[in-house]
């Protein structure tokens, strides 16, 4: 059985956290930019197609799903009803839902002083459990990049495209980080790339 190396782990704990958060800034930026009129707009097609609204509430209740099943010991933001659910409501619950996320991934890969109580990663109840690693932070990222091209999708063909500095923006992660909190940036450590330790 192989096991991982502690100070590897520890900075893909620090990592994900910044990471997590970069995730969640790029969710606000497209709420706060996008037209209130395509917030409850009904997507064209005759196959039903969540709105944006249930898309935003979606991602909010998945992760509290992810944090209540995952990490119990951690505080779970109250769920949303995407029938009655406003931009400014999203974007709150999202920030309350992206708090507990970074705390669990920070105790599942090890960047936080305190003994992790995350044994296992449960995405939802029929799901089979998976240990702790990265591949718990990049199964949340994909999750919530699928639904922000849904939602970038569907703004586009209700005639509401979000601003060309929005949905290119969510792509300028040097900036990203920088908005985030991150002086210069993921990788770097006094103006030179750090490699990623492998043993």
Same mark, same amino acid.
């Given at each position: 059985?192989?096991? #991982?190396?502690?100070?590897?782990?520890?900075?893909?704990?620090?990592?994900?956290? &910044?990471?997590?958060?970069?995730?969640? %800034?790029?969710?606000?930026?497209?709420?706060?930019?996008?037209?209130?009129?395509?917030? $409850?707009?009904?997507?064209?097609?005759? $196959?039903?197609?969540?709105?944006?609204?249930?898309? !935003? $509430?979606?991602?909010?209740?998945?992760?509290?799903?992810?944090? #209540?099943?995952?990490?119990?010991?951690?505080?779970?933001?109250? &769920?949303?009803?995407?029938?009655?659910?406003?931009?400014? &409501?999203?974007?709150?619950?999202?920030?309350?839902?992206?708090?507990?996320?970074?705390?669990?991934?920070?105790?599942?890969?090890?960047?936080?002083?305190?003994?992790?109580?995350?044994?296992?990663?449960?995405?939802?109840?029929?799901?089979?459990?998976?240990?702790?690693?990265?591949?718990?932070?990049? %199964?949340?990222?994909?999750?919530?990049?699928?639904?922000?091209?849904?939602?970038?999708?569907?703004?586009?063909?209700?005639? !509401?495209?979000?601003?060309?500095?929005?949905? %290119?923006?969510?792509?300028?992660?040097?900036?990203?980080?920088?908005?985030?909190?991150?002086?210069?940036?993921?990788?770097?450590?006094?103006? $030179?790339?750090?490699?990623?330790?492998?043993?």
């Amino acid at each position: 059985m192989t096991t #991982r190396q502690p100070k590897t782990h520890t900075q893909l704990g620090r990592a994900a956290v &910044q990471i997590f958060a970069a995730n969640d %800034y790029m969710n606000q930026m497209l709420i706060e930019h996008l037209d209130p009129a395509a917030w $409850t707009a009904k997507p064209p097609g005759k $196959t039903p197609t969540r709105t944006i609204a249930a898309i !935003f $509430t979606h991602l909010h209740n998945v992760r509290c799903k992810w944090v #209540r099943l995952t990490a119990p010991h951690l505080k779970v933001p109250p &769920q949303l009803n995407r029938r009655h659910c406003t931009p400014r &409501q999203a974007r709150t619950a999202l920030a309350e839902s992206a708090a507990p996320c970074a705390e669990m991934l920070a105790e599942a890969l090890g960047g936080c002083e305190k003994a992790s109580r995350v044994e296992k990663f449960l995405r939802d109840g029929w799901a089979r459990p998976w240990p702790p690693g990265p591949e718990m932070l990049c %199964y949340m990222l994909a999750h919530e990049a699928h639904h922000r091209g849904q939602v970038c999708m569907l703004a586009h063909q209700l005639g !509401f495209p979000l601003p060309k500095e929005v949905a %290119y923006g969510i792509w300028n992660w040097e900036k990203l980080w920088k908005d985030c909190g991150s002086p210069v940036g993921l990788g770097y450590k006094g103006g $030179t790339i750090q490699p990623t330790p492998t043993e």
